[in-house]
């Protein structure tokens, strides 16, 4: 008997308010790295009417001007008409940056202190980071998350291509996809609600978002005369940024990885330099996984890895292949921890994290592009045949055999 259920995931454009918050919080993390790669920052951004806060400790010999730099991000993601409170000519700057703890920063530095067990740096703070990847997409990422992003994307493009005239930045987007063994088979509902100047009707919203973005974005085999769509429901959408809600860094983080699909540690990414390895990890897991099913190790992967703070081991790694593997779940661990490895610095070594690459990261997901290379290191599949070749010589043994 078939298995049959709905799963649904969102995405936010970068007018949200949370996503101007994280939008903020990455071009204070390239600033810092400009000029200085050896940077620590952690940096927090709130934004609400046309203010601005930015809270947080960084330390870094980049000399920059930080309300510079926040009306530089408003302006890229288009706060810029005249009948939105929120602009980036005209708020108002609150700067609450401190420098980093000497405490954190002697367990992350690459020194030896008194009580640190080893002169290795360390993790810049304990936890747990998970990374995902399947073969539902040619990203190799659960389809919902996916075609939420894509439509986000497109509602982007058509506004800042000056095509829909009558878009503002604000917009979210939700897609439920039905699964038949654990196959996605159709799209059974699509959300979009979308911030819009004053003088466009409701209709007008509807027709411009089915036929301008739903029916050119998303699979047209996948939509079928039973597939519901959910424009605007509320009917209107004016006040929507900053005025219409408080945006804080870091509250997306299902948006920022797998939808939901795949599970998650809990430390956001955006605002945070590479030594922290909420981000970093959670970078390297996902590189993992993506080649660990890119070599056909198994048709889904979820990596886990765990970090004490000070410590450059992480205290554990471990691989779910949810029954999909085609090698045995022991082998893949072997390969694993034979190509890469996990230490901190390593991370930030195999990944080139320590550029100023973090404003490409923030939006429509940080997992599952293709579309900057350069950038999103962990999206490459670079150690398909180095893992093949683990595995093989780990003597693994085909499942079922």
Not at 223 to 236: A, L, S
Not at 242 to 264: A, E, F, N, S, W
Request: aromatic fraction near 8%.
């Amino acid at each position: 008997m078939s298995k049959s259920y709905i799963f649904s995931s969102e995405s936010v454009t970068e007018g949200h308010p949370d996503k101007v918050a994280d939008t903020i919080s990455d071009f204070v993390v390239d600033a810092c790295f400009e000029d200085d790669k050896h940077s620590r920052v952690a940096c927090e951004t709130m934004v609400k009417d046309n203010m601005v806060i930015l809270a947080g400790e960084i330390t870094t010999n980049s000399d920059f001007n930080y309300q510079t730099i926040c009306r530089r991000a408003i302006k890229d993601i288009g706060y810029v008409h005249d009948d939105c409170t929120f602009h980036a000519d005209r708020f108002v700057f609150i700067n609450g940056l401190g420098q980093q703890s000497q405490d954190i920063a002697q367990g992350v530095d690459a020194e030896a202190a008194e009580g640190k067990d080893t002169a290795e740096q360390g993790a810049g703070d304990q936890g747990l980071m998970f990374g995902y990847a399947c073969k539902e997409t040619p990203e190799l990422m659960p389809a919902p998350i996916v075609y939420a992003h894509q439509l986000g994307r497109e509602v982007t493009r058509v506004r800042k291509a000056g095509e829909i005239d009558w878009l503002r930045p604000d917009s979210k987007t939700q897609v439920s996809v039905q699964y038949v063994d654990d196959k996605p088979v159709r799209i059974s509902a699509i959300v979009i609600s979308t911030q819009h100047s004053e003088d466009v009707s409701h209709q007008e919203i509807k027709e411009a978002m089915t036929e301008q973005v739903i029916r050119k974005i998303l699979p047209q085999d996948k939509i079928d005369n039973d597939t519901e769509m959910h424009i605007n429901p509320t009917g209107r959408f004016v006040i929507g940024g900053p005025q219409g809600d408080c945006g804080l860094t870091g509250r997306k983080i299902i948006v920022d990885t797998y939808g939901g699909m795949g599970r998650h540690g809990g430390g956001a990414f955006s605002g945070k330099d590479p030594s922290k390895v909420d981000r970093s990890a959670t970078y390297m897991c996902r590189w993992v996984a993506k080649n660990i099913v890119a070599a056909d190790l198994a048709d889904k992967c979820e990596l886990q890895v765990a970090y004490a703070i000070g410590y450059p081991n992480p205290v554990s790694i471990s691989v779910n292949t949810f029954g999909t593997n085609k090698v045995d779940d022991s082998a893949i661990v072997d390969a694993v921890k034979q190509v890469f490895s996990f230490k901190p610095a390593d991370i930030v070594t195999q990944l080139d994290l320590m550029r100023p690459i973090y404003k490409f990261t923030t939006n429509y997901g940080h997992f599952g592009r293709e579309d900057n290379l350069d950038a999103l290191t962990w999206e490459k599949k670079d150690k398909v045949d180095a893992l093949k070749a683990a595995a093989k010589s780990g003597k693994s043994v085909a499942v079922g055999s």
